[in-house]
T-cell receptor
Framework: EAQVTQNPRYLITVTGKKLTVTCSQNMNHEYMSWYRQDPGLGLRQIYYSMNVEVTDKGDVPEGYKVSRKEKRNFPLILESPSPNQTSLYFC???????????FGEGSRLTVL | GQSLEQPSEVTAVEGAIVQINCTYQTSGFYGLSWYQQHDGGAPTFLSYNALDGLEETGRFSSFLSRSDSYGYLLLQELQMKDSASYFCAGRKGGKLIFGQGTELSVKP
């Protein structure tokens, strides 16, 4: 089944404790991206990757890192999480140059 | 800056037709996409307009006019299950900008 898989789906952590949210897709898509969704603010892009070893900042990259060592994986790293990073996070992928994004199920993160 | 504007809420009755508008303040978007999101769920793709004009997919249609920086999503024969949030999104290179979403409530 074609899908984008994120883990963990739910996480409660404390300020400053490094964490990684994994994202994997099995559709051989070139493009992958991360978003956070907060009430009243819609979906905001954190980082994106056009292909392996190519990453770039979206609208809200502060406090996040990403890597794209393999085509299928695009982990989101929070080196020192803070409470303002409490949010619902989505990973998505798409074939190159199309308008159709395939989203993962989301990861709800709470930073205390 | 770059932004996409949508109405925050729309209400309609079952069986009706509703149009959700999206206007944008930037140039150079490659096209406009539309997504549906039910409470707490993942956004799912509905439609994409790469060029001006109307795209039809079943009960859903989407329209784009790049000269007017305007698009809309048209939902026909509304069903209760269409109650959800709808987002337009513009892509510029790898950057994707979403509107803040329109919450559609379908009443019996």
């Amino acid at each position: 089944e074609a899908q984008v898989t994120q883990n963990p789906r739910y996480l409660i952590t404390v300020t400053g404790k490094k964490l990684t949210v994994t994202c994997s897709q099995n559709m051989n898509h070139e493009y992958m991206s991360w978003y956070r969704q907060d009430p009243g603010l819609g979906l905001r892009q954190i980082y994106y990757s056009m292909n392996v070893e190519v990453t770039d900042k979206g609208d809200v990259p502060e406090g996040y890192k990403v890597s794209r060592k393999e085509k299928r994986n695009f982990p989101l790293i929070l080196e020192s999480p803070s409470p303002n990073q409490t949010s619902l996070y989505f990973c998505a992928s798409s074939p190159k140059n199309t308008g159709e994004l395939f989203f993962g199920e989301g990861s709800r993160l709470t930073v205390l | 800056g770059q932004s996409l504007e949508q109405p925050s809420e729309v209400t309609a009755v079952e069986g009706a037709i509703v149009q959700i508008n999206c206007t944008y303040q930037t140039s150079g978007f490659y096209g406009l996409s539309w997504y549906q999101q039910h409470d707490g769920g993942a956004p799912t793709f509905l439609s994409y307009n790469a060029l001006d004009g109307l795209e039809e997919t079943g009960r859903f249609s989407s329209f784009l006019s790049r000269s007017d920086s305007y698009g809309y999503l048209l939902l026909q024969e509304l069903q209760m299950k269409d109650s959800a949030s709808y987002f337009c999104a513009g892509r510029k290179g790898g950057k994707l900008i979403f509107g803040q979403g329109t919450e559609l409530s379908v009443k019996p």
